[in-house]
């Protein structure tokens, strides 16, 4: 008597090795339930929106910052808004994934990428480093500043790096230290650099900077070494200049002073009313003084200072109006300014320590001074009221009267300003996975388990003693992701959680060691920070490798044997992995590129599949590695030629070629090992215009059938006659360009004897 048997299309993946030719599978499809039925749904197409950043290549980034799309492939940084693109910059080093988090209202955008990282206000990217000046505190103001003093750093070092040898022979083996370098070509300094120097075989192959020299105008300077300084045979060796330090530039900002006297040269004639003008201040913002003039007898007799303004770093001019002739105010004077702080005009680089500030001109010794020229010495002002040439002992009188100096004469004025810099903190470690804005911070973590905080929404400044580390464990940080209110950093092992606890000194966090997990990540790109969870491949110190979803602070498994076979067998070593929210479901995307594999979980019914791409046919990962959403739709870039992706619902089949929907069944036996014969086929979903191809094994997976095809717009989409089996399993593939949904497929099983 015969059986109808109805096999399901939605199967979940069971794989008996790594291999995943053996056993169910869907591919490029996934399970959606209309109630309660229950459909296999071809996942959404890529399709090209006319955007291919550069000239192609490598995919590093997706982000959208300040309502554009920012890319970033080969190592060069994109935007675009769909219809115009261009480039905002280059990064450098290799060309690893992007991290990418953005401060409070698009003011930064923040990029890290494992070996450096960059900021993007809209108008300027800029590259990280701990060795240009981010920060300068005044710690004395100073008194008595009648103009705005100069601000002069400490040189920066001259050479910082070195390029690729060029051996040269014939040279005595052993290693030089502390040898002079010479000039070749290009640009010239002062002094250059000494290295150690170190020759085998006759060659130099190596030379290490133990000095830095003056510096250079820039790089492309060739640099070499006497015969005689490295044994005292030998020659063709040289060595290209490949950094130069450069160094800071400032500019003081000063308080700013008030009217304080006013002074009339000459009092004029004929007057019967007379007016005065001040010119503006110099500082912006600052109020014009005014003043009124009295009159007697046709010439000025007073000054009253009715407002005495603000911001001027220098005696404004008075400029006298009236009826009469004459008049003139040849001199005004100010109360004393303050250095208020100093501005950053050029953060410098190469320097390995903080540089000394300068402020104004010091007192030199034997040194022609100028008019009203005001010089520092011991940490006093002194302003010149008789231009000469300074003696030869600095200065010491404090008294305010004037006194003679060589054959210039000073009067003190007050106190001398000073001022200290900081380099920039950011951390010179490799930096894990991750990024993330957090309570107005920018939060990086660093292999060491250093979990390193920004100033507040200033990711251009970090402070070297900024910082809390995951330690818990001895393991390396792994990655770095925020969920709820917490930054979660993943050890190799463990997994902490950190909370702003509002610290005054150093990082803000403090560690929650109740939520501490025993489950560390097995790699950093692997973890999706997704709406209210986090998602990763998990490990063990003792365990093997699990997908988990962090369930409030709880770990939930989402990975099933299957899956975690093939993670075990897999590397792990090049992975990209994003979230996409699409057409009601949520998925965890995880591309294994050296497996050449992209598994794919349905969040909510931790139900798996695989997708692929056709691309120069052959089935490959799929095309997009990189995600982000950008006005309500959903975009993808390309691992490998820079290209943009719309991932979208509406469209069938993908710019590189059609979309391989494959359903594999398990195996059926109808509860029997007996013979038995099938008679009718058919296939139940919705009607479109495609045909599906099926085709069986009867050996384990090891062989296949033909194809047979069946019209899916046919009022019955059937085949009869199909054989006989013991044990057999289906593959059901379809490539049309159509929305496929399928829920079953029947077959009438006739029992044997034998």
């Not at 640009?187 to 170190?198: E, H, R, V």
């Not at 820039?218 to 200049?241: K, M, Q, R, W």
């Not at 490949?242 to 400032?250: H, S």
Request: net charge negative; proline share 4%.
């Amino acid at each position: 008597m015969s059986e109808t048997l109805r096999l399901p299309m939605a199967y979940p993946i069971e794989f008996r090795s790594s291999s995943t030719e053996k056993g169910s599978k869907m591919v490029n499809c996934y399970a959606e339930a209309d109630g309660n039925t229950v459909y296999a749904k071809k996942r959404p197409g890529l399709a090209n929106v006319g955007v291919t950043f550069g000239a192609g290549g490598k995919g590093q980034g997706l982000y959208v910052f300040k309502d554009k799309i920012i890319a970033v492939v080969n190592n060069t940084v994109y935007q675009t808004d769909l219809t115009t693109t261009t480039t905002i910059g280059t990064l450098s080093g290799p060309t690893s994934p992007c991290f990418f988090t953005k401060t409070l209202n698009d003011i930064y955008l923040f990029i890290q990428k494992g070996d450096s990282a960059y900021t993007y206000d809209g108008t300027t990217l800029t590259k990280l480093s701990s060795d240009v000046v981010a920060l300068v505190n005044v710690s004395t103001g100073g008194t008595g500043y009648f103009s705005v003093p100069t601000v002069t750093f400490s040189a920066a070092p001259g050479v910082t790096s070195l390029g690729t040898i060029t051996p040269g022979s014939g040279y005595t083996n052993g290693t030089y230290t502390d040898v002079q370098l010479t000039y070749v070509s290009g640009p010239t300094t002062s002094a250059y650099p000494k290295a150690t120097i170190l020759v085998a075989g006759g060659v130099v192959t190596s030379v290490i900077l133990t000095s830095s020299g003056t510096i250079l105008s820039g790089t492309g300077t060739v640099l070499s070494a006497s015969a005689a300084s490295i044994g005292g045979t030998g020659s063709g060796f040289s060595i290209p200049v490949t950094g130069v330090g450069v160094t800071a530039t400032g500019t003081a900002i000063m308080s700013g002073g008030t009217l304080s006297t006013v002074h009339i040269n000459n009092v004029g004639t004929g007057y019967t009313y007379a007016n005065i003008a001040f010119s503006d201040p110099q500082i912006s913002g600052g109020v014009r003084a005014t003043a009124t003039l009295g009159v007697s007898a046709g010439s000025i007799t007073s000054v009253t200072i009715t407002n005495i303004g603000s911001g001027y770093t220098s005696p404004p001019t008075g400029t006298i109006t009236g009826d009469g002739t004459s008049a003139n105010c040849d001199y005004t004077t100010i109360t004393e300014n303050t250095l208020e702080s100093i501005i950053i005009t050029n953060p410098g680089s190469g320097y390995t320590y903080a540089p000394s500030i300068v402020i104004g001109n010091p007192w030199v010794a034997l040194t022609a001074v100028t008019l009203n020229e005001q010089v520092f010495y011991n940490g006093n002002l002194f302003t010149v009221t008789v231009a000469g040439t300074t003696g030869s002992t600095g200065p010491t009188d404090t008294s305010g009267t004037p006194f003679v100096d060589g054959s210039a004469t000073l009067k003190w004025s007050g106190i001398a300003a000073e001022a200290y810099a900081l380099l920039n903190g950011f951390p010179t470690d490799t930096i894990v996975p991750g990024a993330a804005y957090f309570d107005t911070y920018t939060f990086v973590m660093t292999q060491d388990g250093k979990v390193w905080n920004s100033e507040p929404n200033d990711p251009n400044n970090w402070d070297a003693l900024n910082f809390i580390t995951a330690e818990a464990e001895p393991d390396k940080g792994v990655a770095l992701a925020k969920h709820f209110n917490y930054l979660v950093a993943f050890g190799e092992w463990s997994t902490e959680f950190f909370y702003d606890a509002g610290t005054a000194v150093g990082s803000p966090l403090l560690p929650n060691q109740t939520f501490r997990m025993e489950f560390g990540c097995a790699n950093g790109d692997s973890v999706v920070d997704m709406q209210q969870t986090v998602v990763w491949v998990g490990v063990g110190k003792n365990t093997g490798r699990v997908v988990l979803m962090l369930d409030g602070v709880k770990p939930v498994q989402l990975s099933d044997t299957s899956v975690e076979r093939i993670l075990n067998q897999s590397t792990l070593e090049n992975v990209r992995a994003y979230s996409l929210k699409i057409a009601g479901h949520y998925f965890y995307i995880l591309n294994l590129l050296d497996d050449d594999l992209t598994l794919v979980c349905d969040i909510k019914s931790k139900q798996w599949c695989i997708w692929t791409s056709y691309v120069d046919n052959k089935e490959t990962i799929l095309d997009g590695v990189f995600f982000t959403s950008y006005n309500n739709e959903a975009y993808t870039l390309d691992n490998l030629d820079g290209k943009l992706y719309n991932i979208s619902e509406h469209t069938y089949t993908d710019d590189s070629g059609p979309i391989q929907y494959r359903i594999r069944s398990n195996l059926i036996d109808a509860n029997s090992t007996k013979r038995k014969f099938i008679g009718r086929l058919e296939i139940v979903g919705d009607k479109i215009g495609a045909t599906l191809r099926i085709r069986h094994t009867d050996d384990d997976y090891n062989n296949w059938s033909q194809y047979r095809n069946v019209d899916l717009n046919a009022m019955r989409s059937v085949t009869y006659q199909n054989g006989s089996f013991r044990r057999r399993a289906y593959e059901f593939f379809c490539t049309d360009n159509q929305p496929l949904r399928l829920q079953a497929c029947e077959v009438d099983v006739d029992p044997g004897v034998t």
